[in-house]
């Protein structure tokens, strides 16, 4: 059987030295990460990172250049491109539905398309998924945009993928619409589905990710929201004065265990330390000591959006694409 | 061939009930195909008792050969939008995410365009052959009442139909404009014509064993534009909308 079965070792999606060229210009370079069976991951990275053409690859759209992947225990090839995608299922950047038809048409097609028997428990389960069933008989072009993307989520759930690869799913959507698909995503979360999501907007992949992968043409870490905010700046400490310091190089520049300091804002200092929980009662102590008020004193809480930046950043300058 | 009907008969069903609901392509299969049954008929009935048999003859091939343009013509319109079509309006990547393989979307597409064309284009030789029966000439309905005429109509009928449709999906797998896929589309289906003209005007003279060899010859190259509708088929040309380098170390995954 040319199908090549691989358990992947027991993972969902095992990705090794992914590449795809488009000419002479590299779209994703020795990408390798691996995904396991119930977990929500994000894949991150700015516009052009390579993030749409690596779900491309991953769900047999088009070739890889070099790499290799195994996707639901199956391992991409020339001859395994049906047998993937009856496993996933993909929901591009734009809901891409026929407009003419209604919602239940569209998921009747789609039904049809994976080949599911008795189609219309499973439609009508998708559609409750979403909370379209009060919709269901009108035209897509009658929907709103928010509606139109979770009717084509329910057409992702068609197939009870064991992937759902999400693009950008809240591309596009107010604020109202992007929370909904993001209780839609938790949802699926408790259902065990393998969620493999890839977006730009980082408050949602810190909320709704149990790992994140940031990709800018190379995959450049990988790891939970809040490790790779440790990873990055686990050594600082914010210090909050109620009145400016008036001389805060004498004071921080040569405490034991800081290594750098720098001003936040006028009454904000964060501090490069060794060991943060032990250099912070030697900093506060001698804020006190100076006749200063201190207001707070802790560790540095840094959002995803740091993370990202910091690296995003470190590839400008580093000259990298 | 790998093929799963049920998979074509999903494409077929929706592409039926799109054109269901897009006028324009109601108007396209219903008023095109009326336009070439009016001017035939015109052509046929026009024609007085002591026309010469010359003059009969011709208006007969003219008329026949106008019913056959409906076939050849009306699906290459809607066969050249059918890829170009999924892509402009952003439906060709979900369907490309699906199991469906080439074969069995070429098929889907095709079958939902040639079954209509040819059910339109036998009623019409139907309409035809009725309405000369009760008003033409007995002369006219002489010349066109032979056998390997009607046999001509009804075979080359689907044929025409077969390859302008796979004529026009080639087209549409490779256009990056529904229009130009359109017109090109038409362009490039009706000179297959000229084979049919050859009976239909009685150049060669009209016979059972000459309608089936032209039909043969037609079915070969229907099987010849079916190939190279699937050879322009790429999904990923069409889902990065530019020519692709062959530089890449693996072929596309199966369809």
């Known amino acids: ?321 | 061939m790998n093929l799963d009907l049920s998979r074509v008969r999903a494409v077929v069903r929706k592409e039926l009930r799109e054109y269901r609901r897009n006028r324009l392509i109601i108007l396209t299969m219903a008023l095109v195909p009326l336009i070439f049954l009016i001017a035939p008929l015109i052509t046929v009935l026009t024609v007085t008792a002591t026309a010469p048999s010359s003059t009969v003859k011709s208006a007969v091939g003219a008329a026949l050969l106008f019913l056959l343009v409906i076939p050849a013509s009306v699906p290459s319109v809607i066969a050249a939008y059918s890829v170009v079509g999924e892509r402009d309006q952003g439906t060709l990547e979900p369907l490309l995410t699906t199991p469906i393989r080439r074969t069995e979307l070429q098929l889907g597409k095709g079958l939902a365009t040639i079954v209509p064309s040819v059910a339109i284009t036998y009623s019409l030789i139907a309409i035809f052959y009725i309405t000369i029966h009760i008003a033409a000439t007995q002369a006219v309905i002489s010349a066109a009442w032979q056998v390997p005429l009607v046999l001509a109509e009804l075979l080359f009928a689907p044929l025409l139909a077969g390859w302008s449709v796979f004529i026009g999906l080639a087209i549409s797998a490779r256009a990056n404009d529904v229009r130009v896929a359109q017109q090109l589309g038409t362009l490039v289906s009706l000179p297959i014509l000229a084979l049919p003209t050859l009976i239909t005007f009685q150049v060669i003279h009209p016979a059972v064993l000459t309608a089936f060899a032209f039909g043969a010859g037609l079915l070969l190259i229907d099987t010849a534009a079916w190939q190279f509708a699937a050879r322009m088929f790429n999904p990923e040309r069409l889902i990065l909308g530019t020519p692709t380098k062959r530089a890449t170390t693996r072929a596309p995954s199966a369809r």
């Open chain 1, 1 to 321: 059987m040319s199908t090549a079965c691989d358990d992947g070792g027991g993972a969902a999606i095992v990705v090794d030295g992914l590449s795809k060229r488009f000419g002479d210009r590299v779209a994703v370079d020795g990408v390798s990460f691996t995904v396991a069976y119930g977990e929500v991951f994000g894949f991150l990275g700015p516009n052009g990172a390579g993030k749409t053409t690596t779900v491309r690859m991953l769900g047999t759209l088009i070739a890889a250049t070099a790499g290799s992947a195994v996707i639901a225990g199956v391992r991409l090839g020339a001859e395994t491109g049906v047998e993937v995608r009856r496993r996933i299922s993909i929901m591009p950047e734009t809901p891409g539905l026929y407009q003419r038809l209604t919602v239940r048409e569209n998921l009747e097609f789609f039904a049809g398309l994976y080949g599911v028997r008795d189609s219309q428990p499973r439609i009508a389960r998708a559609l409750e998924a979403v909370g379209l069933q009060e919709r269901a008989g009108d035209p897509c072009q009658s929907l709103s945009k928010g509606l139109r993307q979770r009717a084509a989520l329910a057409r992702a759930l068609i197939n009870d993928p064991r992937i759902l690869f999400l693009d950008e799913p809240t591309s596009g959507l107010d604020p109202v619409a992007a929370r909904e698909v993001h209780v839609l995503i938790d949802r699926l979360r408790d259902r065990g589905v393998t969620i493999f999501l890839t977006t730009h907007r980082l408050e949602e992949a810190e909320r709704l990710c149990d790992r994140v992968a940031i990709l800018n043409t190379t995959l450049r870490t990988i790891g939970r929201p809040d490790e790779l905010k440790r990873k990055l700046f686990q050594t600082e400490l914010l210090v909050r004065t109620v009145a400016p310091l008036a001389d805060p190089e004498r004071l921080l520049g040569h405490l034991p265990g800081v290594r750098r300091w720098q001003v936040q804002d006028a009454t904000a200092y964060l501090l490069d330390a060794t060991d943060p929980v032990g250099v912070a009662p030697i900093v506060s102590r001698a804020i006190i000591e100076s006749g200063a008020d201190l207001v707070s004193i802790g560790e540095a809480r840094h959002s995803l959006e740091d993370v990202y930046l910091e690296l995003v950043d470190e590839d400008v300058e580093a000259g990298r694409p």
